[in-house]
């Protein structure tokens, strides 16, 4: 792959490789030559896409992450990649016809390495749905058949909507109810195999088109055109100008651009391991009372748990850093979802929790499941161009979107858009991927870095960082020479999630601490 004019010089010059080496290098490079086409604030995944839109396009492009990659909401998801079906049914056409669309591009050509078409099982079961319910979900599963289909997604990848007898309900939901079960209405959409991972992939994508990616930097006095640049690490500091600058900091939004209001939207999951439920190789969706759109959902992970969620909650006040979930979300979640279960799960079946905060545009009252998901594209009277709304599948277009304004509001020279077309590191078409052998390779590992797993195998041991744990001390030198982590923390919250479960994290704590002081700074 051929990188832009844009690319730095020295020794990363178009690699994807992310390290405290390539970090301080280009720290020093930007304060040598502080100018800039395209400032971007946030590391979530919108501002990795905005960096990977505007380096793709030849844009001179800094991205700067006061935490780490993926430090807020990207990493709290459901890990679906929704084909817009819910907003279909609250009439919401447009969104959800974006969302299918940005579905089959994930799918088919950005990451397919990181998702997988994940079925979605509504059991038919006696006092689980309202008279005519199963109706609703059957024309709203063909509605999204049509959806899928209007976007060109091939059904060979997304199968179409059906129902199947109680035998193979069971099949794929071994700890459903089975008292009275007439089957299942079934239909399928995407699943991330994490988050996190697709927000490290598209800040090392844009990397290698020559966008610097500065974690542990913050912002502030931020205008138009220029912000002051702070180094936590070390506490030096350097004011860079820039042609645009685009807030794509999420919930934090309000604090880069003060002309911003959002009403935020916490949603929480539970964690469960897959055992309690049979192992189940669908999604177990179960309609929530009184609700003819929200469900709660059973969803497949990785290591081992089942997630179910999730909530929609007013979360107003301050924005912490890592969400709270509530005890009366966690009792909400348990009470809904055993109403399909043959044995009911308890709060000593809970693993772990995490909880996320929805970056919603403040609309005036009501509730917040009733807030549009659109994304807006706003300019501040200071200058800044401000992404907000939205959601993680159509993080593409906001970004798109986000670019489109400041080229056109600041005269950038920018070419046209072209990431639906361009591939992340370790998806099929990627210029660095290669096939591996998948005999003697977890699969697990295949899963998270697609084509990039033979660079994983050559950076260490395939033996689990901990027992139980499907984590290789490979990929955890991986994620410090590769992917940028810079701390314990940065590897076990969010290049791998083995600290969603604490009892995990501390069990994985003290290698991954000591691989880390093996490597050292690259």
Request: aromatic content about 2%.
């Amino acid at each position: 792959m051929t990188p832009t004019a844009g690319t730095p010089a020295g020794p990363y010059a178009g690699t994807t490789r992310l390290n405290a080496r390539r970090r301080s290098l280009e720290l020093d490079a930007l304060a040598d030559d502080p100018r800039v086409d395209l400032l971007v604030i946030g590391g979530g995944v919108t501002g990795a896409g905005v960096a990977l839109d505007a380096a793709a396009r030849g844009l001179r492009t800094v991205l700067v992450e006061a935490r780490d990659l993926a430090f807020g909401t990207s990493r709290w998801s459901s890990k679906l990649v929704h084909g817009g079906l819910r907003y279909l049914a609250s009439g919401r056409v447009k969104v959800a016809r974006e969302s299918a669309v940005e579905r089959g591009v994930l799918m088919t050509r950005t990451a397919p390495h990181l998702i997988r078409a994940l079925p979605q099982l509504v059991p038919l079961l006696p006092d689980l749905l309202r008279p005519g319910q199963a109706s609703l979900i059957r024309a709203g599963f063909h509605a999204g058949d049509a959806l899928r289909l209007s976007a060109g997604t091939p059904g060979a990848l997304l199968p179409r909507m059906r129902r199947i007898d109680a035998a193979r309900t069971r099949q794929l939901v071994p700890g459903v109810r089975t008292a009275g079960l007439r089957g299942a209405l079934v239909a399928h959409d995407g699943q991330l195999v994490d988050d996190a991972r697709l927000v490290v992939a598209l800040a090392r994508t844009a990397a290698q088109y020559g966008a610097r990616v500065l974690t542990r930097v913050r912002a502030e006095d931020v205008t138009g055109t220029s912000a002051r640049l702070v180094d936590t690490l070390s506490g030096q500091a350097l004011t860079v100008t820039a042609g645009a600058v685009v807030n794509a900091t999420g919930v934090w939004a309000g604090e880069v651009d003060t002309s911003i209001r959002l009403r935020p939207s916490r949603g929480t999951h539970l964690l469960v391991d897959a055992a309690v439920l049979g192992h189940p190789a669908a999604a177990l969706t179960v309609p929530v009372p009184g609700s003819t759109s929200r469900f709660v959902f059973a969803l497949p992970q990785q290591l081992g748990r089942v997630a179910i969620g999730l909530t929609d909650e007013d979360a107003p006040g301050p924005i912490p850093d890592e969400p709270q979930p509530t005890e009366a979300e966690l009792t909400f979640l348990l009470d809904t979802v055993n109403a399909a279960l043959a044995t009911g799960l308890t709060r000593a079946d809970v693993r772990g929790a995490y909880a996320g905060l929805r970056p919603l545009i403040d609309t005036g009252g009501g509730n917040t499941a009733d807030i549009s998901r659109e994304h807006a594209v706003l300019e501040s009277p200071s200058g800044v161009v401000t992404v907000v709304g939205g959601k993680l599948t159509t993080y593409r277009r906001m970004a798109e979107d986000a670019v489109d304004a400041a080229v056109r509001l600041r005269g950038l020279p920018a070419r046209t858009c072209w990431t639906a077309r361009l591939p992340l590191v370790g998806a099929p078409g990627h210029g660095d991927s290669r096939p591996v052998p998948a005999a003697g390779i977890p699969v697990s590992l295949l899963a998270r870095h697609g084509g990039a797993a033979h660079e994983v195998l050559a950076a260490g041991e395939l033996e689990p960082v901990a027992e139980g744990v499907d984590v290789t001390r490979a990929e955890i030198a991986y994620a410090v020479t590769h992917e940028g982590a810079l701390d314990a923390a940065d590897v076990l919250d969010r290049r791998t999630r083995i600290g969603l479960v604490a009892e995990d994290a501390e069990r994985a704590r003290k290698a991954v601490e000591e691989i880390l002081a093996e490597i050292g700074a690259e």
